[in-house]
Nanobody
Framework: VQLVESGGGLVQAGGSLRLSCAAS????????MGWYRQAPGKERELVAA???????NYDDSVKGRFTISRDNAKNMVYLQMNSLKPEDTAVYYC???????????????WGQGTQVTVSS
Protein backbone atom coordinates (compact mmCIF):
# COMPACT_ATOMS: atom_id res chain seq x y z
CA VAL A 1 0.00 0.00 0.00
CA GLN A 2 1.22 3.49 -0.84
CA LEU A 3 -0.21 6.85 0.13
CA VAL A 4 0.68 10.00 -1.79
CA GLU A 5 -0.41 13.43 -0.57
CA SER A 6 -0.72 16.61 -2.58
CA GLY A 7 -2.15 20.08 -2.23
CA GLY A 8 -0.04 21.65 0.49
CA GLY A 9 1.45 25.10 0.19
CA LEU A 10 1.65 28.61 1.56
CA VAL A 11 -1.52 30.55 2.24
CA GLN A 12 -2.47 33.66 4.17
CA ALA A 13 -4.53 33.45 7.33
CA GLY A 14 -8.20 33.13 6.47
CA GLY A 15 -7.44 31.36 3.23
CA SER A 16 -8.20 27.82 2.09
CA LEU A 17 -6.35 24.76 0.90
CA ARG A 18 -7.46 21.33 -0.20
CA LEU A 19 -5.28 18.33 0.51
CA SER A 20 -5.62 15.10 -1.45
CA CYS A 21 -4.32 11.64 -0.71
CA ALA A 22 -4.23 8.83 -3.24
CA ALA A 23 -4.05 5.31 -1.88
CA SER A 24 -2.80 2.49 -4.08
CA UNK A 25 -2.39 -1.21 -3.55
CA UNK A 26 -4.63 -3.81 -1.99
CA UNK A 27 -6.87 -2.12 0.57
CA UNK A 28 -9.23 -4.02 2.83
CA UNK A 29 -12.83 -2.87 2.83
CA UNK A 30 -12.76 -2.22 6.59
CA UNK A 31 -10.64 0.88 6.89
CA UNK A 32 -10.25 4.33 8.29
CA MET A 33 -8.45 7.06 6.39
CA GLY A 34 -7.27 10.13 8.18
CA TRP A 35 -5.17 13.24 8.24
CA TYR A 36 -2.61 13.91 10.94
CA ARG A 37 -0.33 16.88 11.36
CA GLN A 38 2.94 17.58 13.07
CA ALA A 39 4.21 21.06 13.85
CA PRO A 40 7.87 21.70 14.71
CA GLY A 41 8.65 20.57 18.24
CA LYS A 42 5.24 18.98 18.69
CA GLU A 43 3.86 15.46 18.52
CA ARG A 44 1.89 14.22 15.56
CA GLU A 45 -1.82 14.70 16.17
CA LEU A 46 -5.02 13.54 14.56
CA VAL A 47 -6.79 16.24 12.55
CA ALA A 48 -9.67 14.29 11.03
CA ALA A 49 -10.61 10.74 10.11
CA UNK A 50 -13.27 9.05 8.02
CA UNK A 51 -14.36 5.42 7.93
CA UNK A 52 -15.26 3.43 4.86
CA UNK A 53 -18.88 4.15 5.79
CA UNK A 54 -18.13 7.89 5.79
CA UNK A 55 -18.41 8.36 9.53
CA UNK A 56 -16.17 11.27 10.48
CA ASN A 57 -14.23 12.49 13.49
CA TYR A 58 -12.49 15.85 13.95
CA ASP A 59 -10.13 17.39 16.41
CA ASP A 60 -11.87 20.20 18.27
CA SER A 61 -9.39 22.76 16.92
CA VAL A 62 -10.57 22.24 13.33
CA LYS A 63 -14.29 21.59 13.76
CA GLY A 64 -16.32 23.92 11.59
CA ARG A 65 -13.30 24.84 9.47
CA PHE A 66 -12.03 21.57 8.00
CA THR A 67 -13.98 18.90 6.14
CA ILE A 68 -12.75 15.40 5.43
CA SER A 69 -14.23 13.38 2.59
CA ARG A 70 -13.40 10.33 0.54
CA ASP A 71 -14.07 8.66 -2.75
CA ASN A 72 -14.06 4.92 -2.17
CA ALA A 73 -14.12 4.11 -5.88
CA LYS A 74 -10.92 6.07 -6.43
CA ASN A 75 -9.28 5.28 -3.07
CA MET A 76 -8.94 8.99 -2.41
CA VAL A 77 -9.31 11.03 0.76
CA TYR A 78 -9.51 14.81 0.89
CA LEU A 79 -9.18 17.51 3.50
CA GLN A 80 -10.80 20.83 2.72
CA MET A 81 -9.29 23.43 5.00
CA ASN A 82 -11.02 26.79 5.32
CA SER A 83 -10.42 29.79 7.57
CA LEU A 84 -6.85 28.71 8.05
CA LYS A 85 -4.90 30.03 11.01
CA PRO A 86 -1.14 30.35 11.58
CA GLU A 87 -1.43 27.60 14.20
CA ASP A 88 -2.54 25.22 11.45
CA THR A 89 1.00 25.36 10.07
CA ALA A 90 2.41 21.83 10.06
CA VAL A 91 3.34 18.89 7.93
CA TYR A 92 0.13 17.03 7.14
CA TYR A 93 0.24 13.26 6.78
CA CYS A 94 -2.27 10.92 5.22
CA UNK A 95 -2.96 7.76 7.20
CA UNK A 96 -4.61 4.46 6.38
CA UNK A 97 -5.70 1.94 9.01
CA UNK A 98 -7.21 -1.17 7.47
CA UNK A 99 -8.00 -4.68 8.63
CA UNK A 100 -9.43 -7.92 7.31
CA UNK A 101 -12.28 -7.97 9.82
CA UNK A 102 -13.52 -6.08 12.86
CA UNK A 103 -11.24 -6.93 15.76
CA UNK A 104 -8.41 -8.12 13.53
CA UNK A 105 -5.01 -6.53 13.82
CA UNK A 106 -4.74 -3.24 11.95
CA UNK A 107 -2.26 -2.52 9.19
CA UNK A 108 -1.23 1.11 9.30
CA UNK A 109 0.38 3.14 6.54
CA TRP A 110 1.56 6.74 6.24
CA GLY A 111 2.17 9.11 3.39
CA GLN A 112 5.32 11.16 3.06
CA GLY A 113 3.66 14.35 4.27
CA THR A 114 2.88 17.70 2.71
CA GLN A 115 3.77 21.07 4.18
CA VAL A 116 1.03 23.55 4.98
CA THR A 117 2.19 27.02 5.98
CA VAL A 118 -0.26 29.72 7.04
CA SER A 119 1.13 33.23 7.25
CA SER A 120 -0.35 35.89 9.52
Amino acid sequence: VQLVESGGGLVQAGGSLRLSCAASGSIFSINIMGWYRQAPGKERELVAAITNYHSTNYDDSVKGRFTISRDNAKNMVYLQMNSLKPEDTAVYYCNLDHRTSYGARPYVYWGQGTQVTVSS
